[in-house]
């Protein structure tokens, strides 16, 4: 077969992968509404959080919730199709945890733009109800797992990692939220390498890269402290890689590519940018960053990115880019231990490169 054969191939099955898991989500809200649609007490309810899931939950790039029967047909390539249908569900439980993370998220950075579209909260007549329907769409997923989990042997153990997952990404959060000071002031005093790479671990990468793989291992039998403590070393390095990526596109990318508006440096996020910055900048140009970042005016956010481009951050991060896939795959070889490299190769190879 030749390399375009291949290319066409490997473009078939992701597409048919893609279709197999997009076509459980009708049934998915369906058993979370149903009930309660009859119930004329809480139909209204039901009726606003169908349309809470249906906006928020589907229209990302899946990749996430995907990872979850593709790592497990790695781990297990004869698995039945039962199993495939209940990995594709874990997948979905970690699409509706991301839109749990990303309404409220989205709230409290002020956003505009999520996946292309306004923001949850900018909805008409949403606005802070947005509160109240992140905690629904964090409900939602445990009600999947136990309908569809509960008399399986590694349901404890999925329902364990969900839970410590979102203990981790709300650190993350924390750690996110506290390190820039109140609206209006900038302190770069705390925007250093580690406590960046500390927010990127808990923020993003545990519940992005560890916990769909972490799911097909339980659901394949793998359950050892070893094997799991492999795959995590090795998935938290691909997380780091991935915000830093992240927080590029959010200055540079196109929005009509990456499905938002990027506001992290009016939002005084600790990204990987401006940490560089602050690590090259001269006395002068860290006034100019101290004076206009953190702000919402469109000329104070030119003078920053004017900065960033003094300083060549373009070049810095495609250098980057390129080192840390590097050191990945030397990582993937060494740590995967009795795990399949594969699982991790195909992680990587999605992310390399990437535009949105």
Known sequence: MGDDQCIASKKSRSMSELEEFDSLFPDLVDDLTKIGLKDVEISDAMKWFKEVSEYNVPFGKKNRGMSVAMSYQRFVPDATQEDLKRARILGWCVEWLQAYFLVADDLMDKSVTRRGKPCWYKRENVGTIAVNDSFYLEAALYQILRKHFRHLPYYTSILE??????????????????????????????????????????????????????????????????????????????????????????????????????????????????????????????????????????????????VFGELNLQKV?????????NELNVLIGKCAGNLPQDVFRDFAKKIYKRQK
């Not at 991060?317 to 896939?325: C, H, K, L, P, R």
Request: proline letters at 3%.
């Open 161 to 306: 990692l969900f839970h410590d997952t979102t203990m981790q990404t709300v650190i993350g959060q924390c750690l996110d939220l506290t390190t820039a000071p109140p609206e209006g002031t900038v302190d770069f005093k705390g925007y250093t390498l580690d406590r960046y790479s500390a927010i990127v671990k808990y923020k993003t990468a545990f519940y992005s890269f560890y916990l769909p793989v972490a799911l097909a291992m339980y659901m394949a039998g793998i359950s050892d402290e070893a094997s799991h403590a492999n795959a995590k070393t090795i998935l938290l390095q691909m997380g780091h890689f991935f915000q830093v990526q992240d927080d590029f596109l959010d200055c540079y990318g196109d929005p009509e590519v990456i499905g938002k508006i990027g506001t992290d440096i009016q939002d005084n996020k600790c990204g990987w940018l401006v940490v560089q910055a602050l690590n090259r900048a001269s006395d002068s140009q860290r006034k100019v960053l101290e004076e206009n970042y953190g702000q919402h005016d469109p000329e104070k956010v030119k003078k920053v990115k004017a």
């Open 317 to 325: 991060y495609t250098d980057y880019e390129e080192t840390s896939y």
